[in-house]
Each structure stands twice: as structure tokens, then as C-alpha cells.
């Protein structure tokens, strides 16, 4: 397996050409000094999806490492277990049916104001075969449109609205939601559909399976538009797929991906913990830019 020579103190593999890498030789609930933490963030920033492996995290753990990669989000969905505000449990029974949460290509609360910056996901037990989850880089997707698809999208603003994702988790019955959850059907985020990473200067696609319509377009116009740029941000040639091993932590910087749960292991029981880390308000490519074409 290809290691990425550029980091001194972890071991980076990168998973596919386009994004994601698997990482080893960090004990992350041990609290590792800093120039191997520095390490996993930076390989964050490069990769976009990291899978850190052979974790022992507990659920007070989890929450340890998590704040040390910044502030808890908010989440006005689902409610966390007992005694952590910032760790929820997600568990998949030998004899569920129907569709798992996350199984169509999202973006985790892109109807925010300030969406997550990062979504941690452990996992405790894992199915011995299936369960997986595949991301796909919207930097990628950024950069392969065309010039005149890319001049069109700037300045543009897409409008993100809640309206739909309560019913979708009340369906089901293991997640437990907060009480006021049902208000999330209100809120709407307006985000530039391109973006700039406010540290790397890196741009991206900001689309996400919540995206309504574009400002200053009616919704019928707008529709065919975001239609293309989903399909588009998808394709294969900017994925990446995290193959789950108990003790796995994956860790991806969610504004620059999509992901889709892998609905794959009836009869296995799955159980996760995550948590999301506080992002920043998406920014639009600077006016003063004149290369609007060119992929920062």
C-alpha cells in the first residue's frame, strides 16, 4: 500500500486517487503529543476523509478527542446519549429492515447556518461484511466542471432548507430525536455554491441533497440545474470508499464531501457513535478573484 512520505509521525495510505487515506500509528484517546495530532489535520485538510484505525474509544473518549479538534457544532436533530450534550448512538439490530439514516448522498446538516466542519463516526461493532461508506469530494467536483460552468456557479447562492429531514429520522425508531426536533422543517441556510476553504484557499462545491432552489432563479428553474450538479458531484471518479473494522474512527471535513451509508449487512448488528466539530460560515470565492476557472 502507497504511504504518503509527507508525514513523519502517523502513517497516511491514501485510499483512492481522488480522496481519502487510512491512518495508523496513533493511539488518539492516549492524547499524543502535538506534532502527531498536527499530523491527523493536516491530513484532514489534504484528504478530506481520514480513517484512523485500531482506536479504543469509549464514549467519554470520543467526546475527549473531538474537542480537541475544535468546538461541538450543535445538533438540532437527534438527541445525544446521557451525559454527553455532544455524542449520539446509532444502532443497527440483526432484524431491522428498510432504509439505514444516511443511505442517500448528503451532506451533514447543510441547511445550518454554520454547517459541521467535521463528522467524527466510530465504530464500536461493525458487521463483518457491508456497512461501508462512500464520500465524494466536492473539490473534485469543483474542479471538473468546465470554465463556463464554473463562471456560471459563481456568485451564485443555493438555498438549503430542514424542510423534510425530521420525518426522514423519525422513521426511525431507534433514534431518538430531540424534542423540539419537528422545528428543524423551518429553518432554511443560504450558501455561495462555491466555496473557499478559509485555511487552504481551497474551492469546492457546496451542493448538498437538501438544496432547494438558487437564489434569484424560481425553483422550477432551479431544479434541472441542482439535479446536474448532484449527479455530477457523485461520480465515481471523485469517490472514495471507508471499508468499517471495529476500532475504526473516521473522521471527514463534511462542507467538502458527500457520503452515503451502504446499506449491505442484514442480519449483522452496527452500532457507532458520532460527533461533529464546529465549522465556519461557507465563503464565497473572493470578488477580487480574477481566475474564477482555475481550481485553488
Known sequence: MLRDTQFRHITVSPITGALGADIHGIDLASH???PAFDEVRRALDKYHVVAVREQNLTPQTLHTVARRFGPFSGNPVHAPIEGLDDIIRFVREPDDTGKVIG???????????KPPGLTMLYGEVI???GGDTCFSSLAQAYRALSPGMQ?????RIGVHSGKGVFEINAANSRLALREDAQNIDTIEAEHPIVCVHPATGERYLFVSSVMQSIKGLTAE???PLIDYLLRH??????????RWAPRTLTIWANPFVLHTAINDY??????TYRTTVEGWVPMAVPAASDTIAQAA
Open 32 to 34: 499524543p503529543d502535538d
Open 221 to 223: 428553474e432551479s431544479r
Open 151 to 155: 463562471a456560471l456557479l459563481h456568485d
Open 266 to 271: 442484514p442480519g449483522y448488528r452496527r452500532v
Open 127 to 129: 458487521p463483518p461484511v
Open 103 to 113: 443511505e442517500d448522498w448528503h451532506m451533514d446538516l447543510a441547511w445550518m447556518a
Open 233 to 242: 458531484a457523485v461520480r465515481p471518479e471523485f469517490n472514495c470508499r471507508v
